[in-house]
């Protein structure tokens, strides 16, 4: 009999009593990654005495220490690495070098029946006990908030040693494995009673995929706070496309220089540079937040109308323009609507204070203006004095309405640079402008924070609590329909 110490990852450490010691490191592997539930290809390292128990690879079953040796798994990778180079030293260099976590398997690989991992022995008791009550009268189990918390974390562990990217098929197994293990943790009134449980792994997983990237962030050597998203983003810090490596990244960035230096630069070969270094921006956007000059020299092809509805697109899912101008008709029957019952109600004060809405020029020049006009003369510097994000429109003639209405140039503003200029018409500006604050991870001004959200929110109809709401109308929905139990807030939530 052997005890064994396995590292299997800076948060995992296991003790693993072996009855015989397996015959060769194959057999130690398969033994190994019964045991522990691991998934995919994976080498053995052990604390070598002779070099004062520094990690050496295990490739002969006798170099393995007799009394109570020390193991550590390192995940492979899918491509073919040579001996030589299966040192601590070449992996470590992939890792730092890939935002994926090495212990990514094979999608391909998953397995039927999906295998539930143990969970800690207090969650394990208490999933014991509640089975049992299930089994008697059929009462499904009041979870609380960390016992959930560590099944869908032990749950995405697991997976993530499989793949990083399961579908929804996959996750689907997951909790109907999950469910038949411990029916305890069925969903009441559901007919499937595993339903919630997937929609409350695919966010965990997106949770996982972000925090690894935060990780590949910090490991670069940024130990700036990465916020989160808090826009609806949808892509906020993406992994890299497969085969996408930093080295290749950057040299088509470098191509992507060349091309924006052209006359008539290929627009079809922009495209697909600007979508193959997608992550890269973002993760230099996010993580390095570096002033709108130093972008533009490193991202000129980001300046400009195509290029920034396409990275929108990207970060979002949505159509910039198409949908900023169907936001702006959507609202166009409410507008007529009061404009009517204020006529009809014999003020004319109201009638004028709506079709005034919109105001001029900002009364303080520093108060972060959303426009300004270029009819007087003034110079490019002293109307973008103060102005973090805005839009500049050149007009003829005299300032009557809200907008004028002779435009013959729209340019929009960030950090007080001229980010895109030549732009047809006003509401394409504010579109851009919209555009310009999620690429380049802008904060919305402070003093101006409800209208920008108006502008997300209704009419671009980005909505990032959504989610939250309906999980609230549903609890009550079920609390109602159940007779007002009040464990259901713990319950896993979805949309429907």
């Known amino acids: 009999m052997m005890l064994l110490r396995v590292i299997v990852s800076p948060q995992e450490i296991r003790r693993v009593t072996l009855q015989e010691v397996p015959p060769s490191v194959d057999e130690l592997c398969v033994v190994l990654g019964n045991t522990l539930g691991l998934r995919g290809k994976f080498l053995l390292q052990f604390e070598d005495p002779d070099f004062g128990n520094e990690l050496c690879n295990l490739t002969d079953i006798k170099d393995l220490p007799t009394e109570r040796p020390t193991l550590k798994v390192l995940f492979t990778f899918s491509e073919p690495v040579s001996d030589s180079t299966l040192d601590t030293a070449s992996l470590s260099s992939q890792n730092s070098a890939s935002p994926e976590p090495p212990s990514s398997g094979d999608s391909s690989k998953w397995p039927d029946p999906f295998v539930i991992p143990d969970f800690s022995h207090d969650v394990e008791f208490q999933l014991r006990v509640a089975n049992d009550a299930y089994a008697k009268d059929g009462a499904v189990t009041v979870i609380s908030k960390s016992v959930k918390s560590e099944i869908l974390d032990r749950l995405a562990d697991s997976i993530t040693r499989i793949t990083c990217y399961p579908s929804k098929d996959n996750l689907e197994s997951v909790a109907k494995a999950l469910v038949a293990k411990h029916p305890c943790l069925r969903e009441p009134g559901s007919g499937k009673g595993w339903y919630c449980w997937r929609f409350s792994l695919i966010f965990k997983m997106g949770n996982y995929r972000q925090l690894d990237a935060l990780k590949f962030l910090k490991r670069k050597g940024n130990t700036k706070p990465v916020k989160k998203a808090k826009k609806g983003e949808i892509h906020y810090l993406p992994e890299p496309p497969d085969g996408q490596t930093t080295v290749k990244s950057e040299k088509d960035r470098e191509t992507m220089l060349l091309e924006v230096q052209k006359r008539e630069p290929d627009l079809h070969l922009l495209d697909e540079l600007m979508t193959a270094t997608f992550s890269q921006r973002r993760q230099e956007i996010i993580g390095d937040e570096p002033l709108i000059s130093a972008v533009k020299d490193r991202w000129p092809a980001l300046f400009s109308e195509r290029q920034l509805s396409a990275e929108f697109s990207r970060i979002v899912t949505k159509d910039l323009l198409e949908s900023f101008l169907d936001g702006l008709d959507a609202l166009v029957p409410g507008v007529l609507q009061m404009y009517g019952e204020a006529a009809a109600s014999g003020r004319p004060e109201q009638c004028s204070q709506l079709s005034s809405k919109g105001g001029h020029e900002p009364k303080q020049k520093n108060s972060c203006p959303t426009w300004s006009s270029m009819a007087h003369g003034e110079t490019l510097d002293v109307l973008m004095s103060g102005?973090?994000?805005?839009?500049?429109?050149?007009?003829?003639?005299?300032?009557?309405?809200?907008?004028?209405?002779?435009?013959?140039?729209?340019?929009?503003?960030?950090?007080?640079?001229?980010?895109?200029?030549?732009?047809?018409?006003?509401?394409?500006?504010?579109?851009?402008?919209?555009?310009?604050?999620?690429?380049?991870?802008?904060?919305?001004?402070?003093?101006m924070k409800y209208s920008f959200e108006f502008l997300q929110r209704v009419v671009m109809n980005i909505k990032p609590d959504c989610l939250d709401i309906a999980c609230k109308q549903r609890n009550a929905l079920v609390k109602q329909l159940l007779g007002g139990s009040s464990y259901l807030g713990s319950l896993p939530c979805s949309l429907h």
Request: glycine share 8%.
């Open 387 to 447: 102005m973090q994000v805005g839009l500049l429109i050149g007009h003829e003639g005299p300032l009557h309405d809200a907008f004028p209405l002779d435009v013959f140039n729209v340019a929009l503003v960030v950090e007080e640079k001229i980010f895109l200029h030549d732009l047809r018409d006003v509401h394409t500006g504010f579109a851009m402008l919209l555009g310009a604050i999620y690429c380049l991870n802008l904060e919305y001004p402070r003093n």
